[in-house]
């Protein structure tokens, strides 16, 4: 069967990757101060940053249409949708809601929408694993049971270098925000099962949490020797590296990315931050 993957933007892939799996990205966009920036092969993530680290405004984020992921519906049979968490974004009611009216006009077509209840890298390994079962050869209805499993049993933590983005959209108090500053704590967070995130520990300094959340991960990893690991950074490739080899000293993964993030994992990441899926 003919097929086509589509992810929408926080969906962080190298240029290889995109040559390789020829995935359609659907752009969400973002606002800032009245200025709408759209998550595409346009987005500069630097002067995004500078425009961020200006702002007293939280930025927000807006999915895409559902009539945009309907255009990406026709043509091949079966057709693999992956999105940012629902718990963070409207991005999969979108895509559902585009099945829905699509399916009324084509009943026959295939098309799976995963919530990757999580970002970033952990919707790039669920986008690898779609690919990988495709060019098996696997059918539709095997590669939807089989790539659930993969993303109800898929972790996602990271570290952020600056807590400004928490602060503005609520999640800290600016008194917490200013502690934290202050005592240079760094927390590690990390994904749910259900997509939501929640904090995991904490240290003084980014290399002493990035290290914890490498001790993190070989906590709960269980068997890798099967697994890729997959690392984001934003604008930060030397941590992302120190990260890789933190946790592959102690952890025997198959295989290992890392990417830089694009403008939707930007906007949560903030400089600095990294973000681990395995």
Known sequence: M?????????????????NQMKVQLVPLSIEIDGETI???INFNQEDFLNKLEKSPNCPKSSCPSPDTYMKLYEGEED???VTLSSSLSGSYN???????????????????????????????LIV???????????????????VEQYRDEQNTKFVLENLDTLRKNGRLTSLQAILVSALNIKPVMGSTPEG???KLGQARGILKALSLM??????DAGSVINKTLGIAHCNNLERAIFVK???????????WFIVNTAGISTMYANRGGVIVSY
């Open 196 to 198: 939501t995130i929640n």
């Open 94 to 124: 979108s895509a559902l809601l585009a099945k829905r009216l699509y399916l009324e006009e084509h009943p026959n077509k295939n098309i799976a929408v995963f919530d990757s209840r999580s970002a970033s890298v952990g919707q790039t």
């Open 38 to 40: 759209y998550d595409d």
């Open 245 to 255: 080899d933190e946790i592959l000293k102690r952890l025997p993964f198959k295989d």
């Open 2 to 18: 003919a097929y086509r993957i589509i992810g929408d933007s926080c969906t962080d892939l190298t240029e290889e990757m995109k």
């Open 214 to 219: 490498a001790k993190l991960i070989e906590e």
């Open 79 to 81: 057709i693999y949708v």
């Open 128 to 146: 690898k694993k779609i690919y990988e079962y495709a060019e098996e050869g696997k059918s539709f209805e095997e590669i939807v049971k089989l």
